[in-house]
């Protein structure tokens, strides 16, 4: 049976807030079903296909997208909302396919595979090794339930690009993210649903933010 995922806070008696919280949760309709079925998530920022180019793979830079170890509210897969008195619950039956963190940085990784056709963005480590490292250091992605009549998404982060060709790696460029986007639900659409798809817009966001230094950066400098 899944159980939920509760963040580790420091507060004292926060676990037994949480619980709270999460039974509030359940009651207003975020963990009401009848039985335990599980909903799956994956964030899938929109992307508009780039027109293939000419060239040979091998003569472009190549990117590696990485995540670093987020908060401990965010270890686990669910999605986390802030109800009200600042309690962060995750909910009972909608998590990601990933961790939040390895699901932001896929986001990442697959917009910039199909629009910046100058960069090969590679999925592993390989023999060599990539030229650039893209890390994404995830603080919060939660849905804000606290303000009566509002639900927003927000989800704060940094992007740190990496040049590992040196000997001893330095950093390019870093910039951080802090985004916060009202939460419209289309009609027939749950909550969570809603949520996931506002996430996937923040990402495309911060892609399209990141891409003229990217661009600059890594193609810049073969």
């Known amino acids: 049976m899944p159980t939920t995922t509760f963040p580790r806070v420091k507060r004292p008696g926060a676990l037994a807030a949480a619980f709270l919280a999460a039974l509030a949760l359940a009651g207003c309709g975020l963990g009401s079903r009848p039985y335990p079925l599980v909903r799956t998530f ?19 830079a190549s990117l590696i997208v990485t995540s670093a170890p987020p908060p401990g509210a965010y270890e686990g897969k669910k999605l986390v909302y802030m109800m009200a008195g600042r309690e962060l619950v995750a909910d009972f039956y909608s998590e990601l396919s990933a961790p939040p963190a390895r699901a932001v940085a896929d986001g990442v ?6 629009t910046e056709p100058a960069i090969l963005v590679v999925r592993t480590q390989g023999t ?27 989800l704060s982060a940094t992007a740190t690009l990496t040049d590992l060709r040196r000997s001893s790696p330095k950093p390019a460029y870093a910039r951080d993210f802090v985004m916060s986007e009202p939460v419209l639900q289309d009609p027939g659409e749950s909550r969570a649903e809603a949520l996931v798809r506002t996430y996937s817009e923040l990402v495309t966001r911060m892609v399209e933010e990141l891409r003229p230094e990217i661009r600059r950066i890594v193609v810049g400098r073969r």
């Open 42 to 60: 994956a964030l899938d920022p929109s992307v508009a296909q780039a027109p293939a180019t000419g060239g040979v793979k091998s003569l472009k």
């Open 109 to 114: 990784a697959k917009r910039l595979e199909l």
């Open 128 to 154: 060599q090794g990539p030229d650039w490292a893209l890390e994404i250091s995830l603080m919060d992605i939660y849905g804000d339930l606290s303000r009566p009549g509002a639900f927003t998404a927000e």
